[in-house]
């Protein structure tokens, strides 16, 4: 649904996105990380046919960014949710939908029908008649998302759709996103919080102007830093540290009697690992894997970028 | 270019609008306070002669010139330094709609309620200054072709020439009062046009040079179109509008 290919971005000499390659399939929640300045808003700008692409290739569905021609048709299958929420304050909530509605060329009924579901779906809709100037952080991004959607679009650009929202609305948010997912929404989701992104995305891509990896939040924990298994013994010894040797090549760390040892599959690994310390007269007293989180993947990836 | 589009933005900016009571009366109260007040001067010095009063009331007209200078920038500066300022300009862009019908929207946006408010104004102006004059002139002075010409054509040359400058002016700006004070200088060549009058260096009496001065006029709105749209680029907006 969305593709690009060596797609690159430059503002004179600086090189805001360089080569990016990725292929987002439909109706996938796509997750986009990075540090500031990374190049994620130019991106998803650059795929919303908001700014115009230095080289390479993107796609929106059968369309093409950078074709005149297809600008349009593409901004009319996509929405987009910018990092800023930009209402129109003095608006209540309604009119801030019927207006994108119109632009959008919705008819009357559709975008009554889409308002109501939407406003209905994020808890707005009793306060439909009120300023949005007037609302919650979390209200108004909520209304942002709903602004989006009106045009029941198949692609949803989300701009780091929960920065600065409490915990609550941060869920609620979260769980809309999933609840689109059901409905074969492909959700490009541009965000910080790794912790959101390992929540809700199928695939995360970590960019620093560069895309640094793409895998499944799994792959790319493993990937990186790799896992660890923590034995803790009734007693080490030089038997068992020899016997281990044997069955691992990877780094095993002793802190008295708690061995942690480097692992890329433990589900395999520890069967061995266990066996061939009970087979030299260890006592195990407890295995526990501890996997590296995305946030170790990402840190990894960006420090050694640096 | 999709009309309909333009005028769904610009039916928005008029809703905007008609929340903000302060913008009401900025727009209304300036040429209805001319439309009574200078009747009232008038009718105050109304020995003058016949002569001396033809001479003098076309001059008024002009007071509506230079409002149509000065007008639009407040209310340009809400539609466009309004939207930055909300951060509203973004998603607007990312709809299916053309730098061009955006442009367009807003200009309308612009153009129409000083226009109103200028009309209103003159009807106004006009109907009294007959009413203090009739009776020493003899017959009704307003409307005459030359009030015409200022007001149906001068007048919306000049309040799109404002509309244009006031876009040009929004690309550098990231606060409403400034956006303001910048469009107001708009007014400058206006007012020189009514200080030439006033000291016979053109004289506006004639339709003819009414005509010449709005044909300059119409070459601004042509060039500051230029300009405007220019100014008015969807990758501009994003990455260099402070």
Known sequence: MIE???????????????????????GEVFGFLGPNGAG?????????????KTSGVARIGEYEVGNNADSLKIRKMIGFVPDNVGLYESLNAYDNLDFYGKLYDCNETQRKENIERFLKMLGLWEKRDVSAGTFSKGMKQKLAIARSLIHDPKVLFMDEPTANLDPESSKTVRDFILKLKTEKKTIFLNTHNLDEAQKICDRIAILNTKLMALGTPQELERSVSGRKTVIQLEQTSDLIMTALKKVTARNIAVDGNKLTIDVVDPEKENVAI???IVRAGGHVQSVIVVGSTLEDAYLSLVRHDK | MRLSKSWIIASKDFKVYSKKKNLIYVLFVVPLLIAFLIPGVIGYVAHKSNAELTVFLPAFSFFYLI????????IASYTLVGEKVEKSLEPLLATPTTDSE????????????????????????MALMDLVTRSKLGYYFFPNWNSDIVLFLMVPLAVIMSVEWNIAVSARVSDVRAAQQLGYLIVLPLMGIYVSGELDIINLGHTSNLLIVGGILLVVDIILLYVARATFQREEILTSWK
């Open chain 1, 4 to 26: 690009t290919e060596n797609l690159t971005k430059k503002f004179g000499d600086m090189t805001a996105v360089d080569s990016v390659t990725l292929h987002v399939v439909e």
């Open chain 2, 102 to 125: 955006i442009l367009l929207g807003k200009g309308i946006a612009a153009f129409i309620p000083p226009f109103v408010a200028i009309l209103a104004g003159s009807a106004v102006f």
């Open chain 2, 67 to 74: 409002l149509a200078g000065s007008l639009p920038s407040t």
């Open chain 1, 40 to 52: 994620k808003t130019t991106t998803v700008r650059m795929l919303c046919c908001l700014i115009s």
């Open chain 1, 274 to 276: 266990v066996d061939a």
